[in-house]
T-cell receptor, first 116, second 113 residues
Framework: DQQVKQNSPSLSVQEGRISILNCDYT??????FLWYKKYPAEGPTFLIS?????DKNEDGRFTVFLNKSAKHLSLHIVPSQPGDSAVYFC???????????????FGQGTILTVHP | DSGVTQTPKHLITATGQRVTLRCSPR?????VYWYQQSLDQGLQFLIQ???????AKGNILERFSAQQFPDLHSELNLSSLELGDSALYFC????????????FGSGTRLTVV
């Protein structure tokens, strides 16, 4: 049961342009959505999050948009830089309480390549 | 350095063997999470401990077990290893156990031959 899906395995963009990474979810019991970035041979690094009660959160070049009716979120990176090349994971936090107490469910990841 | 320490970084072992992966959380973090990343897969949640007690369980095999010790470090024990257990195993920690985000270690790459 894939509750969090990233349908694009890879994305290639030119330096300076916008990168848009997408994520869909099926469970309405998520209270936070997060994006993590992962370089080879390193653990995932937290990038940005958004509460389920908001529709946008911005942090520098990174903006996350949440469309609850469509159960869809996206990460926008503007402008994209070669150093942004990494695997990006979308994650959703289960509401605290019950057997899924606060755990994160991750998507499969999208490999972003930013060309100079 | 994220502050979450995992040892060893690499492990090669034979089928049928048992291994122990170790995780030291960030200073002050009470909650430890274990995740498995197999080839071409996302991160699969295995188990969570909070201040020494099991808090949540994911799709963890019966051959796998974990514990969190009084000093808050955690160990993941994998036994009767199979080829399919080859994966990256990540540990993460957070302060309260309710996030929203965790800090991950750099992982242990387990290869079963």
């Amino acid at each position: 049961d894939q509750q969090v899906k990233q349908n694009s395995p890879s994305l290639s963009v030119q330096e300076g342009r916008i990168s848009i990474l997408n994520c869909d979810y099926t469970n309405s019991m998520f209270d936070y959505f997060l994006w993590y970035k992962k370089y080879p041979a390193e653990g995932p690094t937290f990038l940005i999050s958004i509460s389920s009660i908001k529709d946008k959160n911005e942090d520098g070049r990174f903006t996350v948009f949440l469309n609850k009716s469509a159960k869809h979120l996206s990460l926008h990176i503007v402008p994209s830089q070669p150093g942004d090349s990494a695997v990006y994971f979308c994650a959703a936090r289960h509401e605290p309480g019950g057997t899924s107490y606060g755990k994160l469910t991750f998507g499969q990841g999208t490999i972003l390549t930013v060309h100079p | 350095d994220s502050g979450v320490t995992q040892t060893p970084k690499h492990l090669i072992t034979a089928t049928g063997q048992r291994v122990t992966l170790r995780c030291s959380p960030r200073s002050g973090d009470l909650s430890v999470y274990w995740y498995q990343q197999s080839l071409d897969q996302g991160l699969q949640f295995l188990i969570q401990y909070y201040n020494g007690e099991e808090r949540a369980k994911g799709n963890i095999l019966e051959r796998f077990s974990a514990q969190q010790f009084p000093d808050l470090h955690s160990e993941l024990n994998l036994s009767s290893l199979e080829l399919g257990d080859s994966a990256l195993y990540f540990c993460a920690s957070s302060v309260s156990g309710t996030g929203p985000g965790y800090t991950f270690g750099s992982g242990t790459r387990l290869t079963v031959v």
